[in-house]
Each structure stands twice: as C-alpha cells, then as structure tokens.
C-alpha cells in the first residue's frame, strides 16, 4: 500500500485581528510559525477576555507596522500623505490596508491604482 505524503506550506493572512494583535504586541521573533502560534493562541484568549472587539481593534491599530519604522495608523498617514486624514478616502483606505498586508514586499503602485478604480467604481 502506497503511503500518503502530505506537504505542509508556510501560509499567512489565516490570523484573526486578535490574534495579530497578540503577535505584534507580545512576541518578538515571529519566524518561528509553531512556536508563535503555540504562544500567539493563548494570548489571543487572555486578549479576548481583557479587551472588547473594539479595544482590540484600536489597539491594533495603534500598533500595526505599515512600513519599516511605520507603526500605527497615525503614523503610516504622516509617512505616505504628511498629515492625518480624519475621512480618508476609499482609495487612502485602501492603500492603507494594501499596506498592512504587504510589508514584506516593495509597494505595488500599478496593482493599487488598478483595484482602487475598480472599488470606485462599485
């Protein structure tokens, strides 16, 4: 009988915000994918049970790298536009979130032209 192989591929974007959170915040060497999900999960819990959604997801935002030495909303809006927008548009929005996604890549200028019209024009 033929044995089964099986192939494990290192996969990202599969962590909930919480869970992010407990990343960016509590650990330090995120190369090690078991060992920081092994640590990531229960911190994520004692996140769950300290902090609502919304606290959460504001302390997400304060927190998260858009850039290398770019941490935090605030920040990433002074770094890309040179003030703070209060209303960002769809397309900054965008960006943003591009950003966020992206870190580990150089900025994808022609990909976020192309997917901000197309949402401009839903």
């Known amino acids: 009988m033929p044995q089964a192989r099986v192939k494990l591929k ?17 650990i330090q060497d995120l190369s090690k994918l078991i060992r920081r999900k092994s640590i990531e999960i229960p911190l994520a819990l004692w996140c769950n049970r300290n902090f609502s959604k919304d606290e959460q997801l504001n302390i997400y935002l304060a927190s998260v790298r858009f850039e290398k030495g770019v ?20 397309a900054e929005s965008f960006f943003l979130v591009e950003r966020v996604s992206n870190i580990k890549s150089k900025l994808l200028t022609n990909r976020i032209i192309q997917i901000s019209k197309e949402a401009l024009k839903k």
């Open 71 to 90: 941490y935090g909303v605030t920040e990433a809006m002074k770094h890309f536009w040179g003030d703070v927008r209060l209303a960002p548009t769809m």
């Open 10 to 26: 290192r996969r990202s974007g599969r962590s909930t915000i919480t869970q992010q959170l407990s990343g960016t915040l509590f």
